[in-house]
């Protein structure tokens, strides 16, 4: 049996994805899904889904073993940043070497780094007029989004495209790619 915890901060759409994807493959659970946002959409999905979640603060993740002592206590196989935007503390990542993973919306290196996520990272695309765009999973270190790449894929971006129109392409991606990800990092 393999176990994965997740990390989200919103919405939570890439988090229902994975979840429904394993839901049939009795070899693989959720153990939980952990957010730093009372208010995250991503709770009321996970209750909905019947999946275990958790809402942390600052003090419990970066500056107290609470977070990490419970991480260690799931003793997950991957820890998946979904939608995850805090960085993770060097203690969390030394625990978990190559276990760690995250999701970028855009092709790293471009438009990566403190600030960029969601819809910034699609309008900083859409000004800078890119033809394309896309997804970027890789591991995760202790800067952000330099972790090495596991996976990207593209996306045509067209010149009437608008933020959220690229914003939706992107998140087609995301789902289609990111569980299968999961699912051969589990295998591996
Ligand atoms: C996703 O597009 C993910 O790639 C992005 O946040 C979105 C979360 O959507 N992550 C980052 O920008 C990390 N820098 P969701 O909550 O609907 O899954």
Known sequence: ??????????????????????????????????????????????????????CFNRIAFQETDCILDILKGMDPDLIVLAGFLWKVPEKIINSFPNKIINIHPALLPKYGGKGM?????????KNNNESESGITIHYVNEHYDEGAIIHQAKTKILPE??????????????????????????AQ
């Open 161 to 186: 495209d608008k933020v959220d129109d690229i914003a939706t392409k992107v998140h087609a991606l995301e789902y289609e790619h990111f569980p299968k990800i999961i699912e051969q990092l589990l």
């Open 117 to 125: 996520y969601g819809n910034k990272v699609h309008m900083a695309v």
């Open 1 to 54: 049996m393999k176990n994965i915890v997740l990390f989200a901060s919103g919405s939570g759409s890439n988090v229902e994805n994975i979840v429904q994807y394993f839901h049939d493959k009795p070899n693989v659970t959720i153990a939980s899904v952990l957010t730093n946002k009372r208010d995250a959409k991503v709770l009321d999905r996970c209750n909905k889904l019947n999946i275990s979640s958790l």
